[in-house]
Structures are given as C-alpha cells and as structure tokens.
C-alpha cells in the first residue's frame, strides 16, 4: 500500500501562486507514475499533470500547460505542483495520485489517491 497526503492548499487572489506537496509513504517502489488531478464543485475530476519518479514522461493538461510545473524528489518520497497566474476557474479540490503506467491522464491508471487539499481562487 501506499499512502499519500497533500498539503498547501489555500484561498489566493487571481494572478497569485501556489505551491502543493504530497507526501507519499508506504511501498513507494510499486509505484512509478505521479500526477495531479482536480476537482471542482459540480464537476468530475480531471487531470491537472503527470510525471515519473526519475522525472520523465512530464506531461499537463491543456489548462495547466505554461502555467504549472510538477516535479518530484524521490530522496524525500514527495510530488510538488508549482502553479502559477491562478485563475478562478483553478479553484477545486486538488488530489495527488500515484500509479505504475507513465504519461497516463485517465484516473483508472493510478492505484493511490490522496484525501486532497483545497484551492480557491478569487477574482
């Protein structure tokens, strides 16, 4: 199993940036595939970002292209998601996830999902 906790959510102004981290513990080398994923109110959860541990196979949503950054440190077992120019439409619940198949933006290919962290953005 493993397990993963999200953290650095917040409430922001457009323009604003933000930083999230997951922590992730457990039987990390079962794992080979983090991304982001979100969910805002009334919506289905969509993919934010998509990266390995040895941080290939970076890929973004179309949304999140220019404006966000993944990355990971595998000697601290954490993903981060570097976002900015939030905008009000960024606001969701945002959710780590952590998988074995690279690149993927399909929900069914991660194993593991975090509880979440909330951001909001204000116009």
């Known amino acids: 199993q493993v397990q993963l906790v999200e953290s650095g959510g917040g409430s922001v102004q457009a323009g604003d940036s933000l930083r999230l981290s997951c922590a992730a513990s457990g039987r990390t080398e079962t794992t080979y595939a983090l991304a982001w994923f979100r969910q805002a109110p009334g919506k289905e959860r969509e993919f934010v970002a998509t990266i390995s541990w040895t941080g290939s196979g970076e890929h973004y949503a179309g949304s999140a292209k220019g404006r966000f950054t993944i990355t990971t440190d595998n000697t601290k077992n954490k993903i981060y998601l570097q976002m900015n120019q939030l905008e009000p439409e960024d606001t969701a619940v945002y959710y780590c996830?952590?998988?074995?198949?690279?690149?993927?933006?399909?929900?069914?290919?991660?194993?593991?999902w975090g509880q979440g962290t909330q951001v909001t953005v204000s116009s």
């Open positions: 996830a952590a998988g074995f198949y690279t690149g993927s933006s399909l929900m069914s290919r991660y194993d593991y």
